[in-house]
């Protein structure tokens, strides 16, 4: 037995990592890590093959996974009745919207049982008069051709994870990107569409990122550095082999990361380099793939574009000029350097920018107002704008613009806490919108049965944070039940007010659950982000604090009884609360989390460091970095007190936060804690960052968590007795289409 291997004869004996110190000066701090060897040196070949671990590395993850099973091995009945409940809510024979493309309509399903998606098109002149009243096929349109079945792709693969699916511009081709360990290190394929036989060999270490020329006979991707980073772009002549592909931009700077795209009109291949918080675009006609990229405006650090083409200009969505919420430009795609800018949008603060799209005759954008999205039209041949709006209280928005550029069609997905994915089609020329289909939730799910409330904290600067809140119309408001709150607050992304099937069954027994749009996020505009992040992070914990305590004081919970929720950059949020305010916490959720800011922001050599220190601060070079990071870092942090219950999980395949960031805190919590509250560490041997694949097998690990959760209230039992009945069983349909 090794000194990393655990003495398990007893079910509540949890495993002990060894110490073995690792100090290093700091800007004057001596910083003593006592489980830095549970990184391993071959970790970059391990993140491909998960055998080749040291031994007492493996051993020691293996009997954390041990102590997990044995732990949780009395609530298994209470796991499979989640299991099927959560499966209940989904349709098992499901058909996504069909987009239409040329001659042809491009679209998704599930058949019974299915656990990957099967990519589908059907020609389009045979379903084009389908009355939009009719039931969509559960099993396609008419006519159907099969591109790609993934439950065949993934028969007989451990791991099995689809990048991008794309076809040529001329429909004979499918590109497609297939991750087989979880690394996130994509090969790419092509096929011919009608004879399925692949016309090159597999392209491999890309990033899933890949587009086609307009003659369908060139292909753009990129691939990864030895850091995992995206750095260089390639694009190769259809059937030549790999190692024949021409290089076409490469980055020189281990900050940015680069990725390929087109214009909605597919008129340009964009070549895309940027960090957090800087972007720079390069551009090649789709029509003439092996001209040198023209770039459009050099980087300026601080600013960011996206770029859409119109005409013979392109329109830039931007925040340079001061423009903090960002506006729309214009500018000549003959000389569009900044000189040439002219104002299409003018900024609003406070009125954030998310994306825009230009069509043919109308220009599409999203923005955020009041932690609320809408989309606004403008019709470009009458210059006149207006919103699509809704009355909710919150709710979240989604574009889909398909293939087509000269179309008076918008497709937007429209979901809220309480009402699954609703998907318009809206016509832009008569401001008229029309339900294509409703998602299912067979389990006869009733919407009135809910109540959604946004609130808001006010923090302990002032500010007022806005929470997105759904109970049960039964659930007691006296401070009794229990909450599930979720956060993120990191690199500008918003949490959305959109459906989650899965939460109903917390919901459903009493849970209250909520969503802190903390510091750190857009949903207050770009400044709130810039008030989340560097510097200003701690204001993302105390947001998430003072959430909690408003959420007590209200009576939508209590001190206690509130299980704080995050994953990856939400996971540093769990750390960092656990530590600071304990009492507040009735069990704790880490989802891959990014626990040991400090020591991953101070070496340059791991994955995606250098790109980091625009959101984190550079604790290498910058002493004020150095002290704001080591006073939140949730690793660094760690003392001896009482925590709550808390299940952390991870993945040794995971090249964002790699795995040694959880195993190093549980072994660092389980050292100094003072409670006999159990404390869980489950690692995914041949799973990264997205956790298990599929879309059935992926309930397992929530089943694991709402179980945890369940059992930490003493609600084990009453759960496994009897399923929730808090619903009517009213029968809907696999697929409802209006």
């Known amino acids: 037995m090794t000194d990393a291997q655990p003495n398990l004869s007893r079910a509540n004996t949890p495993p002990v990592a060894a110490r073995r110190p690792v100090s290093e000066q700091r800007h004057g701090v001596m910083l003593v890590d006592d489980y830095a060897w549970l990184r391993d040196e071959n970790w970059r070949e391990a993140m491909h093959d998960p055998s080749l671990l040291h031994a007492d590395i493996a051993a020691y993850l293996a009997a954390e996974n041990t102590y997990t099973d044995t732990y949780m091995a009395p609530l298994s009945s209470l796991r499979q009745t989640l299991v099927a409940e959560l499966r209940g809510r989904i349709a098992e024979r499901d058909t996504s919207v069909p987009t239409p493309d040329g001659d042809w309509f491009y679209y998704v399903r599930f058949r019974e049982a299915g656990q990957h998606p099967i990519f589908c098109r059907a020609p389009r ?20 051709q099969i591109l790609l079945d ?85 694009r190769l002549a259809l059937g030549d082999a790999p190692e024949h592909a021409e290089l076409v931009y490469s980055e020189p700077d281990a900050g940015f990361f680069v990725s390929v795209d087109t214009t909605q ?18 551009f090649i006609d789709s029509a003439t793939p092996w001209a040198t990229p023209r770039l459009i405006a ?10 859409e083409d119109d005409g013979d200009d392109f329109v830039l969505m931007t925040n340079a000029d001061g423009a903090e919420d960002f506006k729309l430009v214009r500018t000549p795609i003959a000389t569009p350097a900044r000189e040439h800018w002219q104002t299409v949008v003018e900024h609003e603060p406070g009125r954030l920018l998310l994306d825009h799209i230009e069509f043919a005759d109308f220009r599409v954008r999203m923005e955020r107002a009041d932690a609320l999205p809408r989309i606004v039209i403008t019709d470009k041949t009458r210059g006149l704008d207006h919103a699509i709006r809704f009355d909710a209280e919150a709710y979240s928005l989604g574009i889909a613009p398909g293939y087509e550029h000269d179309t008076a069609t918008l497709r937007f997905i429209y979901s809220a806490p309480n009402t699954p994915d609703e998907t318009y089609d809206y016509d832009m020329a008569t401001r008229t919108r029309q339900l294509r289909k409703r998602r299912a ?22 500010a007022d944070v806005p929470v997105t809140l759904i109970h049960h119309v039964d ?94 950059a939400g996971g540093m949020l769990v750390g960092a609360v656990l530590n600071q305010r304990p009492d507040l916490w009735g069990a704790a959720i880490a989802d891959v989390p990014f626990v040991d800011v400090l020591n991953t922001m101070l070496d340059e050599t791991l994955p995606l460091t250098p790109p980091e220190w625009p959101e984190w601060g550079n604790p290498r070079d910058d002493v ?40 190093k805190w549980v072994a660092k919590l389980r050292a100094h804690k003072t409670d006999d509250n159990p404390l869980l560490l489950k690692t995914h041997m041949a799973a990264g960052h997205g956790g298990l694949p599929g879309r059935f097998t992926a309930l397992e690990e929530t089943a694991l968590i709402y179980a945890f959760v369940l059992d930490a209230f003493d609600m084990a039992q009453s759960a496994t007795d009897s399923a929730p009945d808090n619903n009517a069983n009213t029968p809907i349909r696999a697929n409802e289409v209006y």
């Open 475 to 568: 659930t007691p408001l006296d401070g009794s039940a229990p909450c599930l709150l979720h956060g993120y607050g990191a690199y500008g992304i918003s949490e959305p007010a959109a459906f989650s099937s899965s939460r109903f069954s917390l919901i459903d027994r009493g849970f209250v659950h909520a969503t802190a749009h903390v510091r750190g996020g857009k949903e207050c505009g770009y400044r709130w982000y810039a008030n989340g992040k560097l510097a200003h992070k701690p204001n993302t914990f105390s947001d998430f604090i003072a959430v909690a305590e408003h959420l007590a004081a209200t009576g939508y919970s209590a001190a206690g009884r509130i299980v704080p929720h995050g994953g990856s």
């Open 298 to 307: 050099e980087r300026v650090e601080g600013q960011e574009y996206s770029v």
């Open 441 to 462: 939730v067979p389990s006869g799910f009733q919407p009135e049965n809910y109540v959604v409330r946004r609130l808001h904290a006010r923090a302990a600067d002032g």
């Open 150 to 234: 993934g439950d065949a792709e993934a028969h007989g693969r451990a791991y099995f994870s689809l990048g991008e699916v794309n076809h040529s511009r001329d429909h004979r081709l499918l590109a497609f990107a297939l991750d087989e360990r979880g690394s996130e290190a994509y090969t790419l394929h092509v096929r011919d569409i009608q004879t399925q036989r692949e016309i090159q060999p597999p392209i491999p270490n890309t990033t899933g990122n890949l587009m086609w020329s307009a003659d369908s006979a060139t292909l753009f991707f990129t691939t990864l550095d030895d850091n995992h980073r995206p750095c260089k772009v390639w």
């Open 624 to 663: 004020a970095a150095f002290e704001t990071i080591r006073s939140y870092c949730p690793y660094q942090n760690v003392s001896a007190q009482a925590y709550p219950p808390i299940l952390a999980i991870a993945g040794v395949s995971d090249p964002r936060v790699t795995y040694w960031e959880p195993a």
């Open 125 to 144: 002149a045979d379903n084009d008069a389908r009355p939009a009243e009719a039931p969509m096929p559960e099993d396609g349109l008419s006519g159907e």
């Open 265 to 282: 009109s597919d008129r340009f291949i964009l070549i895309n380099a940027h960090d957090h918080a800087t972007s720079e675009t390069r």
